[in-house]
């Protein structure tokens, strides 16, 4: 990201501007049409959202008459790390395998943007990290520990240089559950909340909101797997119109604690979503 760009920190938070209350009308891409909210009250100009749900690069034209763009990346969930197998111990039960920990939320970025009729613009949607393996059972009373979670893509807009993105380094996806040592399995560690960019220059009153970290899973002991992470919420601020989930980190898959089972998988995180209005 260039010097131009702010990216996203606690510290680098901005309000967004609330708009004035409007009837809205809302198109869902590849999806069906969603009829205008009616209600009383004096009449306005109508405004459209244009919403991108499904994983994938698309372009969007700017409409005649239209020189102005509210526009909302979501980024993609991280996936849960994997539980781990259960391993025998001497002289006493099974050790149960440690829970994968919690993928991290997706971040959010939002601003409006200047626009000319006819302009098309580059969108792309983020699709959900996978989650880890579970540990596979090995032969003899043997157990692996479960993979980490992966990281979700990006979501982006060009117009703006809005961007959200995922930490991708080992030690900030969701960690896969451990075997036992003797009578403890630690869990795996929780999954790095998303993060967000935009170009200050290109965007007019941007907000830029963190996601949330996915939680550690628990330990497994004696007779016992422990309970995968929880998943990290995404940011707040997620469009209405994008599909519940949206954003969302995969929780960690559970420990086992019988002999000769895998681990439970951790689940992918959620997609992103890019919405317009104008």
């Known amino acids: 990201m260039s010097d131009q760009s702010s990216v996203g920190s606690p510290s680098r938070r901005r309000a967004a501007s609330r708009p004035a209350r409007f009837a809205v009308a809302v198109s869902l891409c590849c999806g069906a049409l969603v009829s205008p909210l009616t209600?009383?009250?004096?009449?306005?100009?109508?405004?459209?959202?244009?919403?991108?749900?499904?994983?994938?690069?698309?372009?969007?034209?700017?409409?005649?008459?239209?020189?102005?763009?509210?526009?909302?990346?979501?980024?993609?969930?991280?996936?849960?790390?994997?539980?781990?197998?259960?391993?025998?111990?001497?002289?006493?039960?099974?050790?149960?395998?440690?829970?994968?920990?919690?993928?991290?939320?997706?971040?959010l970025v939002a601003c409006r943007i200047y626009v000319l009729p006819g302009e098309r613009l580059s969108i792309a949607v983020a699709a959900g990290g996978r989650g880890g393996v579970g540990g596979p059972a090995l032969p003899d009373g043997g157990g692996s520990d479960g993979a980490d979670g992966q990281p979700a893509t990006n979501s982006w807009l060009n117009k703006g240089d809005l961007d959200t993105y995922s930490f991708s380094e080992e030690a900030d996806l969701a960690g896969g559950g451990q075997v036992g040592r003797l009578r403890n399995a630690p869990g795996g560690r929780g999954g790095k909340y998303g993060q967000w960019a935009y170009d200050p220059h290109k965007c007019d009153s941007p907000t830029g909101v963190l996601g949330h970290s996915g939680v550690g899973g628990g330990a497994g002991s004696t007779g016992a797997g422990g309970a995968g992470g929880a998943a990290g919420a995404p940011a707040e601020g997620v469009p209405a119109t994008c599909p519940a989930g949206t954003g969302r980190g995969g929780r960690g898959g559970d420990g086992v604690a019988k002999l000769g089972l895998p681990g439970a998988a951790g689940e992918p995180g959620g997609d992103g979503c890019v919405t317009i209005t104008y």
Not at 43 to 72: N, R
Not at 74 to 89: D, E, L, R, S, T
């Open 39 to 107: 209600g009383a009250g004096p009449a306005h100009a109508a405004t459209t959202t244009t919403t991108f749900a499904t994983p994938g690069q698309y372009t969007f034209t700017v409409p005649e008459g239209v020189d102005t763009l509210t526009v909302t990346v979501v980024g993609g969930g991280n996936g849960g790390g994997g539980g781990a197998a259960a391993v025998a111990v001497p002289f006493t039960a099974a050790t149960g395998g440690g829970g994968g920990g919690g993928g991290g939320g997706g971040g």
